[in-house]
């Protein structure tokens, strides 16, 4: 059997659309390119943007002013990878915010911005996400717990207080 069908299968898996209820929390991964890890001060530029699109922190430049598009239940920059929980906000319309842009405009963003710390270019990230909607407020502790200890399962730190990259929500009682 050859390579090529079962790479033109993985080129349409990745194509397929990711699903989004509204008013439900997402869990979300994504990747840097090759796995190749982040400075600090890359994963700083991460949390702190991730941070200003839930409202939670101000923008980097003053001149810069958005409206929150999600609220953040917990994040963890990792050195190659970013786990989100969040809920997309409603627009001005009523509509929930699209996944898909506020992903699209957090990973650009972020490459954009670690690009120009290191003195280079190209992708950051890689292109695909992998998201997962959740059912149930259980869900939602279950996730953000897996979120906080995440650092901790890597051995970069013996408790999640502990890393810096971290952040999770009060409300959740953790």
Request: glycine share 2%.
């Amino acid at each position: 059997m050859s390579s090529q069908p079962r790479l033109a299968k993985y080129h349409y898996r990745r194509r397929l659309p990711h699903l989004q209820k509204a008013d439900t929390a997402l869990f979300v991964t994504f990747c840097t390119g090759a796995r190749l890890p982040l400075p600090e001060s890359a994963r700083d530029l991460v949390l702190e943007h991730c941070l200003c699109e839930a409202g939670v922190a101000r923008a980097p430049s003053p001149a810069t002013v958005w409206a929150p598009r999600i609220h953040l239940h917990a994040i963890v920059v990792m050195p190659d990878h970013v786990h989100l929980l969040f809920e997309p906000l409603r627009d001005e319309n009523g509509w929930p915010h699209p996944a898909v842009d506020i992903l699209q405009c957090m990973k650009s963003t972020t490459a954009h911005r670690i690009n120009k710390l290191q003195h280079r270019s190209g992708p950051v990230w890689e292109e695909e996400s992998f998201d997962h909607v959740l059912r149930s407020d259980e869900s939602l502790k279950e996730k953000a717990e897996y979120i906080r200890q995440n650092p901790v399962r890597r051995g970069l730190v013996q408790k999640p207080e502990d890393y810096p990259w971290l952040w999770v929500n009060s409300e959740l009682n953790l």
